[in-house]
């Protein structure tokens, strides 16, 4: 079973766990561990994009309450990276519609009628792509805030 597919069965049929202390943190760092084992390059580039993020004004990460590295710009979230390349970003709805027109993005995995859409990376141009995604949700927080 693929990293995707795991993620999406326990997601589907076991996500009602997620209310168990700690559990979706275990559960996403053996994600992780298994990027680890398949995939190492990854993690590089999931550290580059925390590293990029972290040099916007009024960023800050912090540990995202279903496992994860949760992005934030002035204490508001703007998105998540789980363990095994899923990356989570809020924007407006109609925002959203224009993403996935683009067909680059999938509605988010579990709220799909929100705002928040979700994005694998699995190469170097995804890593490119989601830090845009994640620069996109910045701008569009601190020009909210402004």
């Known amino acids: 079973m693929k990293n995707k597919d795991l993620f999406s069965f326990v997601v589907r ?9 700690l559990l979706p943190h275990v559960f996403d760092s053996l994600l992780k561990l ?11 580039w999931f550290d580059e994009i925390e590293e990029e993020v972290l040099t916007w004004e009024g960023t800050s990460t912090s540990i995202h309450k279903y496992g ?7 204490g508001k ?10 990356l989570d ?6 925002i959203k519609q ?12 579990v709220f799909e009628k929100s705002g928040w ?7 170097y141009h995804d890593k490119a792509y989601a830090k845009e995604l994640l620069q996109a ?9 402004n």
């Open 98 to 109: 224009r993403l996935l027109n683009k067909g680059r993005i999938q509605p988010h995995h």
């Open 13 to 21: 049929y076991l996500g009602f766990l997620k209310s168990v202390p």
């Open 137 to 145: 949700a910045y701008q569009r927080v601190t020009q909210a805030t």
């Open 34 to 44: 298994w990027v680890f084992v398949s995939k190492s390059y990854l993690l590089d």
């Open 117 to 123: 859409i979700s994005f694998y990376i699995k190469n």
């Open 89 to 94: 970003v809020l924007f407006t709805r109609e």
């Open 68 to 74: 994860g590295l949760q992005f934030n710009c002035k």
């Open 77 to 86: 979230e703007i998105g998540h990276l789980h363990g095994n390349g899923l």
